[in-house]
């Protein structure tokens, strides 16, 4: 990382920056083209969850290419200055590399629901195994992440 003094070290407050987050971009390697999605999505034990249709392009890109990255970030704040390059702006954010699967077994994928619900609410849902199997989950196991701040 080019500031060291702006990077994240600490695994604990790099999964606080991803538990705080509300949504998350996924990329993917589409060819030589990048593309990329917000998405809900759950964490746990270095493993994102999203949820997702069982076709579209997103899906086809990964059976393509496993290769993804995620980004999230909190806290982020514009600030306004009267010279143009002056401009800034505050956050904490995560960065990570991985691959991603489409889960195909029923009880996967209801772990991935559960994690994935549990991000948004602390509520306990019933979703009927119906659903879950005309649903899509995609599971990324994060091989490396990296957290940045930039101070308020």
């Known amino acids: 990382m080019r500031l060291s003094d702006q990077e994240i070290t600490s695994q604990a407050a790099i999964e606080a920056i991803i538990e705080e987050a509300k949504f998350c971009r996924l990329g993917l390697v ?19 969850y999203f949820h997702c249709a069982l076709e579209g392009r997103k899906i086809d890109i990964i059976k393509k290419n496993p290769k993804v990255c995620f980004e999230v970030d909190v806290s982020t704040k514009l600030i ?3 010279e143009a390059c002056s401009w800034d702006l ?40 119906k659903d879950i199997e005309e649903s899509g989950i995609i599971r990324m196991d994060i091989e490396e992440m990296t957290g940045k701040h930039s101070e308020t």
């Open 30 to 48: 589409d060819g030589d083209q990048p593309y990329v999605v917000p998405l809900l999505f759950g964490y746990q034990d270095k493993t994102l």
């Open 90 to 129: 505050k956050y904490k954010s995560v960065i990570g590399f991985g691959k991603a699967y489409l889960v195909e077994d029923l009880d996967e994928k209801k772990k991935g629901f559960r994690i994935l619900m549990a991000h948004y609410s602390s509520k306990t849902y019933h979703i009927p195994d």
């Open 80 to 82: 306004g200055a009267e």
